[in-house]
């Protein structure tokens, strides 16, 4: 499986790093070495300065698309979960600047902490506006946002991801992250909610 990660799809969170708001998404990849289950610590990695949180809707591909129709794309998801894009923002400024890809900031072992998964769609959310989630960073809540607040909606991110590289069951599409992301040091404890429900509960070591 690979997941699938959006860059700037909250209008905010482009502000804050001085980027431009994308005319259409932005996307890379993390491997699969990347994930961490059920709530296992997230470890500082020893290359980076400056380890960045970024709490993100995640949805689950259901079934096997390539160039997927925009109006067929929530078919093809089968549920939802909340995720952390870590990021070597130190490493990630300089590949920036470098014009270098991203993947030595983004896609290192650890770096996609996910939850368990929540059925998607369902009677309670037949689409991802509602969706609503919030990070809290040792008890203060420091990112929070709806899906309704996305740049591209999944729709549009599964139809334009897909003419590009073919979705399989089980790829996890990260959402992009709202404003708020800061460092993370040792000792940090994250907590993640969708909804009401919490979904992440875990340590920094
Ligand atoms: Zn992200």
Redesign the pocket.
């Known amino acids: 499986m690979k997941i699938i990660?959006?860059?700037r799809n909250y209008l905010e969170h482009a502000r804050e790093l001085n980027s431009p708001v994308p005319s259409e998404p932005v996307f890379f990849l993390k491997p699969d070495s990347a994930i961490v289950r059920n709530n296992a610590p997230f470890f500082l990695p020893d290359f980076s300065n400056e380890v960045h949180y970024?709490v993100?809707l995640v949805f689950r591909i259901g079934k096997l698309g390539k160039s997927i129709g925009e109006r067929f794309a929530m078919g093809y998801i089968d549920a939802v979960a909340l995720g952390i894009?870590f990021?070597a923002r130190d490493l990630q400024q300089h590949c920036k600047e470098k014009g270098l890809p991203w993947e030595k900031s983004?896609a290192f072992d650890g770096s996609a902490p996910i939850s368990r998964f929540l059925p998607f769609p369902s009677e309670n959310h037949p689409d991802e506006a509602g969706l609503c989630f919030h990070l809290d960073l040792n008890g203060k809540t420091v990112q929070k946002a709806c899906g309704a607040d996305m740049l591209f909606p999944p729709a549009k991110l599964i139809a334009h991801v897909s003419r590009f590289m073919t979705l399989k069951t089980g790829d996890l599409l990260?959402t992009?992250?709202p404003a708020g992301v800061g460092p993370v040091s040792i000792g940090d404890h994250l907590e993640a909610w969708l909804g009401e429900k919490k979904m992440l509960d875990f340590w920094v070591r």
């Open positions: 990660c959006i860059g970024e993100e894009d990021t983004k990260f992009g992250t």
